[in-house]
């Protein structure tokens, strides 16, 4: 209801964001849309209003995210003033995207924002205590010519990081009659210092900027082998998302998603290590790793479980479908199949049989049998199941001309994944390969993918 009210006063602004808090940014623009489009929605639902700024996970922003936030039509975005972005530019200023102008951009004062947000309760740090005549004076002293100071902070800071006891929200109950008594600043919302503003040039981001530690980029999230084991892991399984219809599994596969997971795997301790450490409940990263691996492992077994039985229901369908119009259009006609239609009938009804049993469809296409939950027992038709970093590894033991012949006439699922993770040289020469093979002995396909799942067995 407070939320509610404020919306409804016009003097708060509510940002879009993605719906998991996810870096879905960093590799899918597909998800990466979806979430947005998702948190957009329920925004609207919540407030009755449609949010037209974007801020994005941990203030993470490079020209290609930029392109793509205002490809899903924002006119303004949220970024991190970061030093080796701007250099000798100061973050008080409207810029814009360098791929597309028309997207606006408002950097983060990172040493005014940081200042209430990490250090007010800070008491070795020579400004404590921080007062409103004080942060007053501060902007105060900023140069005239400048237009803006943009302060961001997580609503967390408010309570939880700075607790009521530091003397936080006496802070900011005196701070805006302070800032009013002693300066020309006023407060405003990013759309309403957009429509005032104009950009005065583009900023050039070409890397992923965030507003975490000093390097102001993504390494607190996936800056270490146990950070990018556990993302692309992950990940790895996103194709099989799209087609999920269980609601708890999407609910999980959201959380799963979440940026803090991977920021308590981060091994970083320079300056701001204590910022980590104060913000992680594992005593290590190491253990953060090995909780957040085996619950997802939990849930690949599950999702593989749910594809399975998806797939399983289809060949149930695809194999009773002709079935049924065949009955339907016999009754129709009201009379018994001829003499000629009966054997042939029966022998439709037994290879229907006999493929459900086998866990198999009527056409040349084979169906997936169920993967067993020890991974060692995943067979060559299975693979697709794995993660990208397994199938690369098996991949580094198996020649081109045994992945040929392995996938002549292999299901277009399998072929894909393995290509996928082929590098370009030998995904040319497997092309050239496959264009000459007219055609393959069954014991030859078998013996190529016994090749294979001998790989997989020893890799898991």
């Not at 022998?347 to 009527?362: I, N």
């Not at 030998?426 to 030859?444: F, H, I, R």
Request: proline share 3%; hydrophobic share 35%.
């Amino acid at each position: 209801v407070s939320f509610k009210e404020l919306v409804d006063s016009g003097w708060f602004e509510i940002l879009s964001e993605t719906y998991a808090y996810s870096l879905s940014s960093l590799v899918s623009r597909e998800e990466f849309e979806r979430q947005v489009k998702r948190h957009s929605n329920k925004v609207e639902e919540l407030f009755g209003v449609k949010p037209t700024t974007f801020r994005n996970t941990e203030l993470i922003y490079s020209d290609e995210i930029g392109k793509t936030v205002s490809d899903m039509g924002y006119k303004l975005m949220l970024a991190e003033g970061a030093k080796h972005v701007l250099g000798w530019k100061s973050p008080n200023f409207l810029y814009c995207n360098n791929i597309n102008p028309k997207l606006r951009l408002l950097l983060r004062n990172f040493r005014m924002s940081d200042d209430i947000a990490f250090r007010f309760s800070l008491q070795t740090w020579d400004e404590w205590p921080l007062t409103a005549e004080k942060y007053a004076r501060w902007l105060k002293q900023v140069d005239k010519k400048e237009e803006v100071v943009n302060l961001f902070m997580d609503y967390e800071t408010f309570g939880e990081h700075q607790w009521k006891e530091t003397g936080i929200f006496d802070f900011l109950k005196a701070l805006p009659g302070q800032v009013f008594k002693s300066t020309d600043f006023k407060f405003e919302t990013p759309q309403q210092v957009a429509a005032r503003l104009q950009p005065v040039s583009a900023v050039h981001v070409p890397y992923s900027t965030s507003w975490a530690d000093e390097e102001r980029d993504i390494t607190a999230w996936r800056g270490n082998d146990l950070q990018e084991e556990a993302f692309e892991k992950l990940y790895a399984i996103e194709d099989k998302m799209k087609g999920c219809d269980d609601a708890e599994l999407l609910r999980e596969w959201n959380h799963l998603q979440a940026s803090d997971h991977f920021y308590y795997m981060c091994t970083k301790w320079f300056s701001d290590g204590d910022v980590h450490k104060y913000f992680n409940p594992y005593p290590s990263p190491y253990e953060a790793f090995m909780n957040y691996m085996n619950i997802l492992s939990d849930f690949l077994i599950r999702v593989d479980e749910y594809c399975y039985s998806s797939k399983k229901q289809a060949v149930t369908e695809s194999t009773e479908k002709p079935a049924a119009k065949e009955t339907a259009k016999r009754s129709s006609k009201n009379k018994a199949p001829t003499s000629q239609e009966q054997p042939a009938a029966k022998a439709a009804a037994r290879k229907a049989e006999k493929g459900l049993k086998a866990g198999t469809t009527t056409n040349k296409e084979t169906a997936r049998k169920k993967p067993n939950k020890q991974k060692s027992a995943y067979t060559f038709d299975e693979i697709d199941f794995l993660p990208n970093t397994d199938i690369k590894r098996i991949l580094k033991n198996i020649d081109v001309d045994t992945l040929a012949h392995a996938l002549f006439e292999a299901r277009g699922e399998v072929r894909d994944k393995i290509v996928k993770n082929l590098g370009k040289r030998a995904s040319d020469k497997l092309n050239k390969m496959e264009e000459n093979l007219k055609k393959v002995s069954k014991g030859d396909i078998t013996i190529n993918r016994k090749k294979i799942e001998t790989e997989i067995r020893k890799l898991l």
